[in-house]
T-cell receptor
Framework: GDSVTQMEGPVTLSEEAFLTINCTYT??????LFWYVQYPGEGLQLLLK?????DKGSNKGFEATYRKETTSFHLEKGSVQVSDSAVYFC???????????FGKGTRLHILP | EPEVTQTPSHQVTQMGQEVILRCVPI?????FYWYRQILGQKVEFLVS????????KSEIFDDQFSVERPDGSNFTLKIRSTKLEDSAMYFC???????????FGPGTRLTVL
């Protein structure tokens, strides 16, 4: 079945460092790909998404590119802030209105 | 901005008791979902609901679980006889028509003693 694998956390970086969180997926079809973020004490929020190969999703300085050839959707940010500290989930959905399949999540700590 | 809300934020119950977790999806959304996250593990799909019936359910969603949309605004998850392994964070989500983005609530933490 479909699955998502993302790098283990926690990831600890200093403020203004470059961030990469790796994510790869396995799917039978052409899924949509997502990054969700969970700030402390809050629910899951959609950070960005991409619906087809080579699409780049971006939001709040974060970017991820849908790479079909490597089945990857790595999350990057050029300069992280303390306020980016959260848990980040890579996810996929095969079809519109379909269930979302999540990775295990990566906890990110940004030190001032 | 409209949000998905869930109540209660934390529920503690004894093993074998029934619990009802409540969600109010965003008003014009048509698809509704429940997910759970056992501490330290991934978020797992439980069930999806559309047009007043279950559209898909996972292996986790056995006969102990049921969902209902009793009054056009609330969407509930009932666990008939809770087990210790039901302890988890339960998330409700909803999707507007024609979209694949799901909007999640803040979750209910269920602790079964």
């Amino acid at each position: 079945g479909d699955s998502v694998t993302q790098m283990e956390g926690p990831v600890t970086l200093s403020e203004e460092a470059f961030l990469t969180i790796n994510c790869t997926y396995t799917a039978t079809g052409y899924p949509s790909l997502f990054w969700y973020v969970q700030y402390p004490g809050e629910g899951l929020q959609l950070l960005l998404k991409a619906t087809k190969a080579d699409d780049k999703g971006s939001n709040k300085g974060f970017e991820a590119t849908y790479r079909k050839e490597t089945t990857s959707f790595h999350l990057e940010k050029g300069s992280v802030q303390v306020s980016d500290s959260a848990v980040y989930f890579c996810a996929l959905s095969e079809n519109r209105d379909d269930k979302i399949i999540f990775g295990k999540g990566t906890r990110l700590h940004i030190l001032p | 901005e409209p949000e998905v809300t869930q109540t209660p934020s934390h529920q503690v119950t004894q093993m074998g008791q029934e619990v009802i977790l409540r969600c109010v999806p965003i008003s014009n959304h048509l698809y509704f979902y429940w997910y759970r996250q056992i501490l330290g593990q991934k978020v797992e799909f439980l069930v999806s609901f559309y047009n007043n019936e279950i559209s898909e359910k996972s292996e986790i969603f056995d006969d102990q679980f049921s969902v209902e949309r009793p009054d056009g605004s609330n969407f509930t998850l009932k666990i008939r006889s809770t087990k210790l392994e039901d302890s988890a964070m339960y998330f409700c989500a909803s999707t507007p028509p024609g979209h694949n983005e799901q909007f999640f609530g803040p979750g209910t933490r269920l602790t079964v003693l």
